[in-house]
């Protein structure tokens, strides 16, 4: 059924996407907006399949994207919060040293063998009609990412750290007279947020396409970042525009397998035009979700 | 009051004491060195010997082909950066350069598809002009009406844009008897900006150049330029002095916009001819980019983009002569930037 | 507001003073072929050759099969210094490293991508001393005395390869995730579907297209769509080609290869395809040019070869386990036909059942490479354009 295969595509192609999206999500909670997504997702998917390659374990290639995408993450809260570089500047810095770096280091891996993730079916739940096989007939890394979105709502709303978070976000006067600092809170979520942009790059390169090319995110990263307003950064709503842009992107080769021909490219803006329309629509309701002091960010 | 009113233009123009000069540039000097130095690192970890690899950049940049190469790759930088320069005047983050030269590319290409012969030229580059005015415009309207900010707005609308001239390309514009590869039929001629004679040089250069002057001269000299940099400083004070904010905010952005998609036509008449896939490559945020380099000042701006040019150029040599993959300059390019961003000056805090 | 119309205008006046300057002259690049000057013959005694990928030159595929034969150029030529240049767009930016390789003594250029013959024609028009050759596109109109575009009838054993998998489904599906429908292209998808055809009449060939060389992304999504649909055989024409192999084979399904031999990733599911080998036909290309006598040559053309008129560079890979004997005599026996006849061989019909090519006529290679339909039996439709 078409409807089946497009959503079970956009959980497929929209995961590493709502990886990096949830990522730039707790970034800009706590005030930073990271442009330089996009390079902290493909020094992800290097980092990831070349510790694949080398070490043949899929599972130390997660956290090895992680990290390499928190490498990249520290370079910008060094750059953005130490030295107060302007963040489009070096979030749009970040991507080119993203790309560049992993030119320079990922040619030896073009097409190089290494163990990745392969579908699991979920035994029970993978036979339910509908909603097993648009949920439950991936990759481990795909049920993993289930309970990211969650988890940060949770971290977010309803613990001490996560209210550290938001209120460096928000108002990072009083997190300063009581004697936290905001930049450190601020650098940490960063740095985490950069990580699960790299994670969800390891997603991409070895649980998805199950190979490094250079360049393979191909603006995944930059649609994560624009996904943060269209959910206005709310965790769950990123979950679920990440399926939303990921079934867009999943339509034009479900019709192509059944004979129709489409012209892709109308369909790929149309996540934006609605994210367009939306912030249209209700204007300063949906930026008043922003955080304080990304607004003062934005407004400078 | 009057002090945050004259500010930010005053410390552009007044001079500089020799002792602070010598500091900055003794800050310079070390930031582009480490970044440099960083490089090198990355190219012993690769096993290339990395001064042969920066001579074989520095002689790559310095031959004729190249400095013809670094004008024409710099050209729709310059008009880029001004759609950076202009706007930040204003207090406004243009992010949307990318999505308003290929605007203007495709609004270019519109005209010479649809007017045949010399007098098409012109008419590309106003409609170019005209539509990235128009596509910045849409983040000005969203600005000044629903009060979403214009940093958010451009960076969605060069994603439309993306879509909206591979959508023309693999479908309506392709050219018939063109390969099969989305692409449109390229442009007559005589609809090609002329080259500056002696040289494979397009004309784009002087445009940009002239563009870049007019910028300076009207930031620096017009009541305009003022009136900006008042909004730029405090918008509220601006208001309170009676200036026409929102008009300001929407000529700045219009103007930022039309030099873009100018820049976009410009690109197209000179040196790709027909629209397809990949016809920015990135022009946008690196001339966002050439633009902070410069801090926003519309000259230095001319030669932040001169060198961001000759950076790419240079870096055919790491393939060439090196054996590097081609994608390595921008690991030098994203150093140098970082070191100017962040380590050319004090910190903030 | 009226320093704004001031700002304006000044633009205005600006890109006006341009076009009226009178310091300037046609933008002609890329399309008139320049007058043949007194000096020698186009890369005659070349003191070094260039290659221009569109790719890295290790992704297993195109551009690593052209990488590997300007190796054996090298090898071949031991006194030429051998400049390749590899992820080189198809747009302005390869004419621009193709002028960096004759600045450093290259006077014959090899360039490699479809994409590339823009840039290719132009710099042949301002360096008429050096010899531009392109690989895999036509030019259309008069060839420059400097250039050339060369290629192997790629869809003879993609039309070989048709025959296994059409002998090997078990559903009477088969796939076929492509970049662009340029020609080259159609003429494998259909080549595919009528050799399947020639020994499976009901075969259908299903085609999805991911609109870029490579994008593993995309092709994982068209190879997990086509897997859904019950294609239970999956070829492609990407640039790089491990990711629809490996969901292939995860997959339980056979795979047909394109480019290279890519048994190693698919152990049980191989099933043949088919691979370069440049080498011959590029170093016989420098022999021409280097002896001063390429202007006129065979090469100084669209040139082409095929099973009936030489070696093809375009081979057939390794069968892997699941080809049993009687697919491969029947492949032979195929084989052995084409070196007089052609896959396009008529009655060739298309989609909607039209006569094509009429029963008894062999087209010859120009007419294929300007085929722009799918044949009967293929499931997918092409833009219109």
Redesign the interface.
């Known amino acids: 059924m078409l409807v089946v295969?497009v959503l079970a595509?956009g959980v497929?192609?929209g995961t590493?996407i709502m990886f990096a999206a949830l990522g730039e999500t707790l970034a800009e909670r706590a005030g930073v907006v990271n442009?330089g997504t996009e390079g902290c997702m493909l020094v992800g998917a290097l980092g990831g399949y070349a510790v694949a390659a080398e070490t043949g374990s899929p599972w130390l290639s997660l956290l090895a994207g992680a990290l390499a995408g928190a490498l990249l993450g520290l370079?910008h809260a060094?750059?953005?919060?130490?030295?107060?570089?302007?963040q489009?500047?070096?979030g749009?810095?970040?991507?080119?040293?993203g790309?560049?770096?992993t030119?320079?280091?990922?040619?030896?891996y073009?097409?190089s063998?290494a163990p990745?993730f392969?579908?699991v079916p979920v035994p029970v739940l993978g036979d339910l009609p509908i909603v097993g096989e648009i949920l439950f007939r991936h990759d481990p890394v795909t049920y993993l990412s289930f309970a990211v979105a969650p988890l940060l709502w949770f971290f977010l709303g309803r613990t001490r750290t996560g209210l550290l978070v938001r209120t460096a976000g928000e108002r990072a006067d009083v997190l300063h007279a009581h004697g936290h600092s905001p930049?450190l809170v601020r650098a940490a979520a960063v740095v985490a947020g950069a990580g699960l942009a790299g994670l969800g790059g390891a997603q991409?390169?070895t649980a998805?396409?199950?190979?490094w090319?250079?360049?393979?995110t191909?603006?995944?990263g930059?649609?994560a970042?624009?996904l943060v307003?269209f959910a206005a950064w709310r965790p769950l709503w990123v979950m679920a525009g990440s399926y939303l842009f990921g079934a867009a992107?999943?339509l034009a080769?479900?019709l192509?397998?059944?004979?129709?021909?489409l012209?892709?490219?109308?369909l790929?803006?149309l996540p934006?035009?609605v994210?367009?329309v939306i912030?249209?629509i209700l204007?300063?309701r949906?930026?008043r979700a922003a955080p304080e002091e990304l607004?003062r960010v934005?407004?400078? | 009051m009057t002090a945050t009113l004259t500010q930010p233009v005053a410390t552009e123009h007044t001079g500089i004491p020799l002792r602070t000069a010598l500091r900055t540039a003794a800050r310079w000097t070390g930031a582009l060195a480490g970044a440099v130095a960083l490089f090198a690192v990355l190219l012993l970890a690769k096993g290339v010997d990395p001064v042969a690899a920066l001579t074989g950049m520095i002689a790559q940049a310095f031959t004729g082909p190249s400095l013809e190469q670094i004008v024409i790759k710099a050209t729709p930088l310059i008009l880029g950066a001004m759609a950076v320069v202009l706007p930040a005047r204003a207090g406004l983050t243009n992010v949307g350069g990318e999505g308003q030269i290929l605007i203007g590319a495709v609004a270019g290409a519109g005209v010479g598809l649809a007017v045949p012969g010399p007098a098409a030229l012109p008419l590309m580059l106003l409609a170019g002009a005209a539509g990235g005015a128009l596509w910045a415009g849409v983040a000005a309207a969203m600005r000044l009406v629903v009060g979403v900010n214009e940093a958010v707005t451009t960076l969605l609308l060069n994603y439309v844009a993306l879509d909206i001239m591979l959508y023309l390309i693999y479908e309506p514009w392709k050219d018939p008897h063109g390969s099969g590869q989305p692409a449109t039929r390229p442009l007559e001629i005589a609809q090609r900006m002329p080259l500056v004679s002696g040289t494979a040089i397009h004309m784009g250069i002087v445009v940009a150049l002239l563009v870049a002057v007019a910028v300076w001269l009207v930031l620096r000299g017009t009541s305009f330029g003022f009136h900006l940099s008042v909004v730029g400083g405090n918008p509220e004070a601006a208001r309170r002095a009676g200036l026409p904010v929102a008009r300001l905010i929407l000529a700045a952005m219009l103007l930022g916009g039309a030099f873009a998609g100018l820049a976009g036509a410009v690109h197209l008449a000179g040196v790709e001819f027909k629209l397809r896939p990949g016809l920015t490559t990135n022009i946008g945020y690196i001339a966002f980019l050439a633009a902070w380099l410069a801090r926003h000042r519309p000259l230095p701006a001319v030669g932040a983009a001169l060198l961001l040019a000759a950076v790419t150029v240079a870096g055919d040599s790491l393939q060439l002569d090196s054996g590097l993959p081609a994608a390595t300059v921008n690991v030098l390019m994203g150093l140098v930037l970082l070191a100017v961003l962040g380590w050319s000056r004090h910190a903030r805090r | 507001m009226r320093t704004i119309f001031a700002g304006a205008a000044l633009t205005a006046l600006a890109v006006l003073s341009t076009l009226t300057t009178a310091a300037c002259s046609a933008n002609t690049a890329g399309t008139a072929a320049p007058a043949v000057s007194g000096g020698a013959a186009p890369g005659k005694d070349s003191p070094a050759v260039g290659f221009v990928f569109v790719g890295p030159k290790d992704d297993y595929g195109y551009n690593q099969a052209a990488y590997q034969g300007s190796q054996e150029v090298a090898k071949v030529f031991p006194q030429l210094k051998v400049i390749t240049a590899e992820n080189v767009p198809e747009d302005d930016n390869a004419a621009r490293v193709m002028n960096s390789m004759i600045a450093k003594g290259a006077r014959i250029i090899f360039a490699t991508s479809y994409g590339h013959l823009d840039a290719a024609l132009k710099v042949a028009a301002e360096h008429p001393d050096v010899v531009v050759v392109q690989q895999g596109n036509l030019i259309t109109g008069t060839t420059p005395p400097n250039a050339g575009t060369f290629f192997g009838t790629v869809y003879e054993p993609v039309y070989l390869a048709g025959i296994a998998a059409g002998k090997a489904t078990k559903t009477g599906k088969l796939g076929y995730v492509y970049a662009f429908p340029i020609s080259q292209t159609i003429d494998n998808i259909d080549a595919f579907e009528l050799g399947a055809r020639s020994v499976n009449p009901t075969v259908k060939t299903y085609a999805v297209s991911t609109s870029s060389w490579c994008d593993p992304a995309k092709q994982a999504e068209a190879a997990a769509n086509l897997l859904k649909q019950g294609v239970d055989v999956i070829t492609q024409h990407q640039d790089c080609t491990a990711t629809v192999i490996k969901a292939t084979e995860a997959a339980g399904a056979m795979t047909v290869g394109y480019h290279a031999d890519a048994s190693g990733i698919a152990p049980k599911g191989w099933l043949t395809g088919s691979q370069w080998n440049w080498g011959p036909l590029y170093s016989d290309i420098v022999r021409t040019a280097l002896a001063g006598t390429f202007t006129g040559s065979k090469y100084n053309a669209n040139f082409r070869v095929g099973y009936k008129t030489g070696d093809n560079p375009f081979v057939q890979s390794p069968y892997g386990p699941g080809v049993d004997e009687e697919t491969k005599k029947l492949v032979d026996a195929a084989k052995e036909k084409l070196r007089n006849s052609s896959p396009f061989a008529g009655p060739v019909r298309d989609q909607d059942g039209k006569v094509r090519v009429p029963e008894g006529t062999t087209p010859d290679y120009e007419t294929i490479e300007k085929i722009d339909y799918f044949v009967e039996g293929v499931v997918g439709s092409l833009p219109k354009s």
């Open positions: 295969d595509g497929r192609g590493a442009l370079v060094a750059a953005v919060l130490w030295r107060g570089a302007d489009f500047a070096t749009l810095t970040l991507m080119f040293l790309l560049g770096l030119s320079l280091f990922g040619a030896a073009v097409g063998p990745g392969d579908p930049a991409l390169s998805y396409a199950h190979a090319f250079e360049g393979m191909a603006g995944r930059f649609i970042v624009a307003i992107l999943a080769p479900a192509q397998a059944r004979g129709h021909a012209n892709q490219f109308a790929d803006a934006f035009v994210t367009l912030l249209a204007g300063r949906t930026l607004r934005f407004a400078r």
